[in-house]
């Protein structure tokens, strides 16, 4: 009967193929990431009173910097030997996959701070409301990872363990011998969602953005990346060279991420960080 307990996955990553195009589902979960993103956004600085031309700027420097910061921060952080020589390949051989999550969020740290610049407003107005759409975001990457039978886990027993069917030439095993193992993409996305709802829950009904400013972002960053850190308990390390290590590469660049979380929650539940900048775009 514990046979027939597990799940078999054998979704094509492809939505479709024309000659050498093929259009994969995980490239459109990131552009429903980003589109959702900058919907939320423009519902809270209307709902604030400042013009939608803050989110338009925003918008150009957080998505490129967090593109481009996933994909440097895979190259640097997992496959550093081979790019650190050929460091075009970041850009050039973007087809052969390979984005961080870790990277994408330093991208987008240092995309908020051009933009709060630009606009003249408080960097901690971006941080606490953009943990929004970053949580649901994470939620949809995650799901593009589970289409394209990535990021997997290690084997289990449990009845909604998974057979990524598309893996089995990489393992040499015959179809009935492919083992289950841990969705740790959906364990993630489920943790994402949790998140998601509690800062929303932080932002409608507690107002935390406006009197306890860094709040959310702390809370929004500890749902992300404590997820992280224990998850990657039970999922295959990435990279050969983690075998070895006693924490793998996700969770060694989780801990900052964990202790500036941690910090920030301490700082704004004490009163918060100033708000008091003027702002280029100002309020209706």
Known sequence: MSEMLYIVWDVDPAMFTIGSFELRYYGLMWVLALLLGERIMTVFASREGYS????????????LGAILGARIGHCLFYEFDY???????????????????????????????????????????????????????????RIGNLLNS????????????????RLRENLGLPV?????????????????LITFVVLVWLYFKKDMARRKSG?????GVLGIFLTRFFIELVKLDQEEFEADMLLNMGQLLSIPFIIMAIWCIWKGSRGGFPIGMPTKFNKR
């Open 52 to 63: 939608p031309k803050i989110i338009e700027t925003g918008f150009i420097w957080i998505i």
């Open 150 to 165: 990535e990021i997997v886990g290690s084997t289990t027993t449990l009845p909604w363990g998974f057979k990524f069917m």
């Open 83 to 141: 790019y650190i020589t050929k460091p075009w390949a970041m850009l050039t051989e973007i087809r052969n996959g390979g984005m961080a999550s870790h990277g994408s969020a330093i991208g987008m740290l240092l995309g908020m701070w051009i933009t709060s610049r630009k606009c003249k407003m408080p960097y901690i107005w971006w941080l606490d409301r953009l943990m929004i759409p970053v949580a649901i975001g994470g939620m949809f990457v």
């Open 176 to 192: 009935d011998m492919v083992p289950a193992q841990h969705p740790t993409q959906l364990y993630e996305a489920i943790c994402y």
């Open 215 to 219: 709040v959310m972002f702390g809370v």
